[in-house]
């Protein structure tokens, strides 16, 4: 399968604690997005790079917040002492430079 | 405020029956695209309309984008089960040519 894959799909842990989700992209796409999803709304950017280089950061990303892409391939997203406000689906997309996005099946976060 | 407005939030309806979803803004963009996300999936792409008026069929889908380029519609004619899903209009934006995403509409179609 050479699509958009996340990891892990479902993650349920306890209000402080940290996770990291990885996304792994198409391989000759050269962005890469974050975006959040709550139940039965439409998903909300958080953040992309373009190659290795973090672009933009939306204000939904707080400083709890943090995104990697150090070699221009796969990205991880790591959430700081978690709150619940933060449980939703993560989503990964990925593009050529002005392609269509291609978006991986989510990573569920369930803080408790 | 929200950038792209949908309606209905939801709607659920049976086989075979038709419906119309909308999307709506204030704003004017040059194309605009929809979405359709199964749970437990990402987005995929349906279509993207990029001249006022145009109209784009898929399959029993048809897909409408204002004279103005405000607005957009999503008509299903003979809705079946496997139509069932978050349906999802959204824009680029911004200088990453990032998606911004509608409201939804979540469509349940049962037998």
């Known amino acids: 399968d050479t699509g958009v894959s996340q990891d892990p799909r479902h993650k349920i842990t306890k209000r402080g604690q940290n996770v990291t989700f990885r996304c792994d992209p198409i391989s000759e796409h050269n962005r890469l997005y974050w975006y959040r999803q709550t139940l039965g709304q439409g998903p909300e950017f958080l953040t992309y790079f373009q190659n290795e280089a973090q672009l933009e950061k939306s204000r939904l990303l707080s400083d709890r917040f943090s995104a990697e892409r150090p070699k221009g391939s796969f990205s991880t997203l790591e959430i700081q002492r978690t709150e619940q406000g933060d449980s939703a689906m993560y989503l990964c997309a990925s593009s050529l430079v002005e392609g269509e996005l291609f978006f991986g099946e989510g990573s569920r976060l369930t803080v408790l | 405020t929200q950038l792209l407005e949908q309606s209905p939030q939801f709607l659920s309806i049976q086989e075979g029956e038709n419906l119309t979803v909308y999307c709506n803004s204030s704003?004017?963009?040059?194309?605009l695209q929809w979405y359709r996300q199964e749970p437990g999936e990402g987005p995929v792409l349906l279509v993207t309309v990029v001249t006022g008026g145009e109209v784009k069929k898929l399959k029993r889908l048809t897909f409408q984008f204002g004279d103005a380029r405000k607005d957009s519609s999503l008509h299903i004619t003979a809705a079946q089960p496997g139509d069932t899903g978050l349906y999802l209009c959204a824009v680029r934006t911004g200088t990453a040519s990032k998606l911004t995403f509608g409201t939804g509409t979540r469509l349940q179609v049962t037998l």
């Open positions: 704003s004017v963009f040059s194309s």
